[in-house]
Every structure is written in C-alpha cells, then in structure tokens.
C-alpha cells in the first residue's frame, strides 16, 4: 500500500502570492494496480481548482475534515461538491464537520442550488462533536479519530466580554487518520507559541504530523519535537511572517528549540504543490 500527502495549499487565514489557503490531500493506493482514493483535509480557497490542477479525482475523494469554521478552511468546499456533481459523482460523499457548521454549511450548500434533484449524490454528514475521541471508520478500512483543540477559545472569550457569544460553540478539532498500518496526525489551527502540546495525548507514535505555523511558534514546535515518535513533521498553514525567513533559517529556530534532545524525525517545510510519499 502507497501513501501519497499532498498539500495543495498551504496558506494560514490569509492567502499569499505564494501560497492557496490549506487543503490537504491523502491519497491512499491499496495495491499498484488500484486507482487512488483520497481523503481531504480542510477544503480551503481554490481547492477544486487545485484538485483539478494535481491530476487528483474529484469522483475518488471519499471523505472531507473541516477542522473547524474559520472561512480558510471550508471556503473552498462548495466548489469541491459543485465539480463533483459536473463530473456525475453518485457515490455519497462523507464531510466530517463542526456539529455547529453542519446546518450552516447545508444552507450554503442549498442556497448555492447544490441540492436535490441537482446534485444526484448524497453527502453523508458527519458532526465531529458527536465521535470525539472514538474512531470513525470511512471507506478503505481508515479510521479517523478526532480530539477537540483549543484554538477557538480567545473568540469565544472575546465575544463574552462583549456578551456576545450568541450560539456559536467554537468548535475545533484535531484528527489522527489510522490507515492500513499508518498513523497520520492532521491539525488545521492550535491555539498559541505552544499549541502543540495540544497534541500531546495522542500524537505519538505517528508517522506523519501535519501542522501549522500560523499561530505556533518555530522554537516551541521544536521543544515539543524533541524526543518525540514521531517519524515525520510536515509543517503547513503558515503565518506569512514566516515566509520572509529561509528554510534554514526556520529548520534553525525549529532544531534550536529542541535543545540537547533533538529532534529524530524529519521535516518538511511544505510549500503549495509538496508532496510527500510514506
Ligand atoms: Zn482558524
């Protein structure tokens, strides 16, 4: 079996010249003569035209995470659901989502016409509240298990100091994808220079971290690398401020931060179109 990452965009929650707002791609080969299927992380800006532009099928895409409902992670999703109908999709499509976007997201969806009798596939609408902590099993014998973040709570606080919280539940997740005998780990957003630690309980062993840089800190990601099993880092999501550094520049603050311990697995600085192969 052949595990192919590739991350389509890999922007924070403003796009760059350089750089599509974050979709993530799995593609998942059970044997070479299989045609792919893919699992899709965060549907941000641009993602079915990027999907397109990578050679990857709309039609074998069998599940999509929205880690949670900030725009750069679902705005591209529509689209995503719209070409797969033009293509003639009849298999349902899984969309794993906040509890709190399902109903929002349904009435984009259908007030963008992408309805019955329009769309002629199904979408099997999974709130991720409802499963946290407990494997969901999807096409291909993958499981994804999803453990809330807390990268939502400075709004939250936010809006209570205005008593404004209105209905919203700030709902964030995190996600490990079990397929075959590989372990990925998936976070659009963590909350603050060490976020990270928010995936201490459940990030070891694993043998790709999809992660961010938008909130994060370089030096802090390595203090919580070091020593870690974990056998490769991908970093995405990157706050532009971290663009003017160079690769090495940053693979310093990362390795510096990991002190003495090190760090024994290796990184990857993604950029839109990186691909990385388990
Ligand atoms: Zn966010």
Redesign the pocket.
């Given at each position: 079996m052949a595990l192919q990452v590739t991350f389509l965009g890999t922007a924070?929650?403003l796009p760059t010249p350089g750089r599509f707002g974050q979709t993530v791609v799995v593609g998942v080969k059970k044997a070479d003569h299989d045609s792919p299927m893919y699992f899709v992380f965060d549907a941000g800006d641009g993602a079915s035209s990027l999907l397109m532009r990578h050679g990857i099928d709309h039609l074998a895409i069998e599940a999509i995470f929205i880690?949670?409902m900030?725009a750069?992670?679902h705005g591209g999703l529509a689209q995503v659901v719209k070409t797969s109908m033009h293509l003639q999709r009849s298999r349902p499509l899984c969309i794993l989502a906040p509890g709190e976007g399902i109903a929002p997201l349904k009435a984009y969806l259908a007030a963008s016409y992408l309805i019955d009798p329009f769309l002629k596939y199904e979408i099997n609408w999974i709130p991720i509240d409802e499963h946290v902590g407990r494997p969901i099993p999807l096409a291909g014998d993958a499981h994804l298990t999803a453990v809330a973040n807390t990268?939502?709570n400075g709004y939250r606080r936010r809006l209570e100091q205005l008593s404004k919280q209105g209905s919203y539940r700030f709902e964030?997740y995190s996600c490990a994808l079990d397929i075959d005998s590989k372990r990925l780990v998936y976070t659009?957003?963590l909350r603050g220079a060490s976020g990270h630690d928010e995936l201490v309980s459940f990030v070891e062993p694993c043998d790709l971290l999809i992660t961010e840089l938008?909130h994060t800190d370089p030096a802090e990601l390595g203090r919580f690398l070091a020593g870690r099993d974990i056998a490769h880092t991908a970093i995405a999501h990157f706050n532009r401020k971290w663009d003017q550094l160079s690769d090495q520049e940053l693979l310093d603050l990362i390795h510096q931060g990991a002190g003495k311990t090190g760090i024994s697995g290796h990184i990857t600085l993604t950029r839109d179109g990186t691909v990385i192969t388990l």
């Open positions: 924070s929650g880690s949670h900030h750069d992670h990268h939502l964030s659009g957003n938008a």
